[in-house]
């Protein structure tokens, strides 16, 4: 069975970091591009970053988590990272990350593009 799931959310004070995964089972990642996206209530989902598959290595972030976020994966543990850092109020959301076999694009925050999702993780950013 093909599965995507999400880890590592939780309450963290601004300026304080998470690390979420993403982890695999079905299907081998390493070949995937894999992206993470986040929503807030009443809002609509968002694209945050994507890596691509492991013989390409690119990496996109939309710019408001430029230098704050790092994504990465370890193909040992069929896993893709999302290192939250500087943590701002406005990074509180439900993280999901999702998965399509080959690179990112440019359009990596396009929904449609991927084909497996997990349930997501909640992140919330408070004192």
């Known amino acids: 069975q093909v599965q995507l799931a999400e880890s590592g959310g939780g309450l963290v004070q601004p300026g304080g970091s998470l690390r979420l995964s993403c982890a695999a089972s079905?299907?081998?990642?390493?070949?995937?591009?894999v992206g993470w996206f986040r929503q807030t209530p009443g809002k609509e989902r968002e694209g945050v970053s994507c890596?691509?598959?492991?013989?390409?290595?690119?990496?996109y972030y939309r710019d408001s988590v430029k230098g704050r976020f790092t994504i990465s994966r370890d193909n040992a543990k069929n896993t893709v990272y999302l290192q939250l850092s500087s943590l701002k109020g406005e990074d509180t959301a439900v993280y999901y990350c999702?998965?399509?076999?080959?690179?990112?694009?440019?359009?990596?925050?396009?929904?449609?593009?991927?084909?497996?999702w997990g349930q997501g993780t909640q992140v919330t950013v408070s004192s």
């Open positions: 999702a998965a399509v076999w080959g690179d990112c694009t440019t359009s990596y925050y396009a929904e449609t593009l991927y084909d497996y």
């Open positions: 079905g299907f081998t990642l390493d070949t995937y591009a």
């Open positions: 890596i691509s598959s492991s013989s390409d290595g690119s990496t």
